[in-house]
């Protein structure tokens, strides 16, 4: 504080009582009105005076309180008495709140009906649980059914011819086809799993490396000489064996262009066979190419793998239509056996909210059996054998004995 300041004055040098000089008081900004506070009723204390201009924090003067955020303090008139605390009151504030804003879906999301109910972790049944209830609801939001024991078959064929089908990679099909076949074998059935797939990935998986191949289902496919018993192969499990495949199949797709009644190529190789198997599993291409149309025209049924996962499952509508088109002008016969739901994880809701749209869009056709994520499925590939023999008692292997009784109690041939 300086001369120019306050003209006419002298410089104020403080004081140690701390009160201003009187010729400074008159230079000071006139204080404002105050509002007086009454005492509580009934109390014999003098009303004592609070500028609102001595407070940091906005002070209400009907009743008497001065807020301070969360909690509130109420001084009492009287000297030297501590403040009282009053908690915020529970009823509901008179400002308005902006409303939250609302969740944006997809727009892929409104082809499918909206879920009326989420579950929980709680509400998901033990599945792989031999010894469980069963009687709970299952990851598809259904009642489990109690499926029986499938029955060793009384003789060996006609074969049911399924095809696993999913224009998307890395939704689990080759690993499906294998472990089915697996899980089918166990109950005493003849089954056949073909690759064809240009990638070979059944192949590996069953311990066949396809660069060694002298011999695949390309040279089935495309030489009129061989037959399917040079090409045919067993695996280490019992009752399971493999029609392999290697890079060389991806040509078969540009030959066949040029063939006469090019569709129904693997239907004219498989149908000497048919007598002799119980099951025949097809592990399509990620596509829905020359190579997958043979395949759905040669297959009685349809196994669809579909990943828990948003992107999966907008790629569904699409495979509805080529099957309808293939049951319109190829192959009558054509169903879809199910849908399965695989890499399921019941803690994401993403997970739930996906399997609960399939089963309001397809009802029944989704399976009960859901596959769930583990790191086995990794480990019987470096391996080269099915979950079934490398995890017997394993969650997921359970998990594959389920699907098996749903697929055989679904294909009357089987």
């Known amino acids: 504080m300086n001369e120019s300041t306050f003209p006419g004055t ?22 404002q009105p105050t509002q007086p506070i009454s005492a509580p009723p009934g109390s ?61 879906l997809p727009d892929n999301y409104a082809e499918m009906p909206k879920p009326t109910a989420k579950l929980t972790a709680e509400d998901l049944a033990p ?53 089915l076949g697996a899980a089918i074998a166990e109950t005493g059935r003849k089954v056949l799993l073909i690759d064809f797939d240009p990638q070979g990935s059944a192949s590996i998986g069953l311990g066949v490396q396809p660069h060694d191949l ?29 029609l392999p495949a290697n890079i060389d199949l991806s ?5 066949l262009v040029q063939e006469v009644a090019r569709e129904y190529t693997l239907q004219r190789v498989l149908d000497p066979i048919i007598p002799f198997y119980d099951v025949i599993l097809i592990d399509c291409a990620p596509s ?71 089963v309001q869009a397809f009802d029944e056709r989704v399976f009960h059996t859901v596959i769930r994520r583990t790191v086995k499925f990794p480990e019987t590939t470096v391996v080269g054998e099915p979950i079934t023999t490398y995890a017997p008692s394993s969650q997921a292997a359970t998990q594959y004995r389920d699907l098996a009784k749903e697929v055989l109690a679904r294909c009357p041939a089987g």
């Open 10 to 31: 002298e410089p104020f040098s403080g004081q140690s009582s701390g009160q201003f000089p009187g010729h400074l008081s008159a230079h000071l900004p006139t204080p």
């Open 44 to 104: 014999e204390h003098s009303t004592t005076e609070y500028s609102a201009t001595e407070h940091s924090t906005p002070y209400n003067t009907e009743n008497n309180t001065q807020y301070t955020g969360e909690r509130s303090t109420q001084y009492s008139t009287q000297s030297g008495i501590e403040p009282t605390i009053t908690e915020p009151s529970n009823e509901p504030s008179t400002a308005p709140r902006p409303a939250p804003p609302a969740r944006a």
């Open 127 to 179: 599945v792989n649980d031999a010894n469980g209830p069963r009687n709970k609801i299952g990851p598809t939001g259904r009642p489990l059914p109690d499926l029986p024991e499938p029955k060793p078959p009384m003789k060996t064929g006609p074969a049911q011819v399924i095809a696993m089908c999913n224009q998307k990679g890395g939704v689990g099909k080759t690993t499906t086809t294998i472990n």
């Open 214 to 242: 002298e011999l695949s289902v390309y040279n089935l496919l495309m030489q009129r000489d061989i037959t399917p018993d040079e090409v045919i192969r067993p695996t280490r499990v019992e009752n399971l064996d493999l």
């Open 251 to 255: 040509a078969a797709e540009v030959q």
């Open 288 to 358: 829905l190419g020359l190579l997958t149309v043979n395949a759905l025209t040669a297959s009685n049924g349809i196994v669809v793998p579909l990943e828990c996962e948003f992107f999966a499952l907008r790629g569904l509508a699409m495979l509805t239509d080529t099957i309808s088109k293939v049951q319109d002008r190829l192959n009558p016969k054509l169903e879809i056996v199910g849908i399965l739901g695989t890499m399921f994880d019941g803690r994401t809701t993403h997970a739930r909210e996906v399997l609960d749209r399939v």
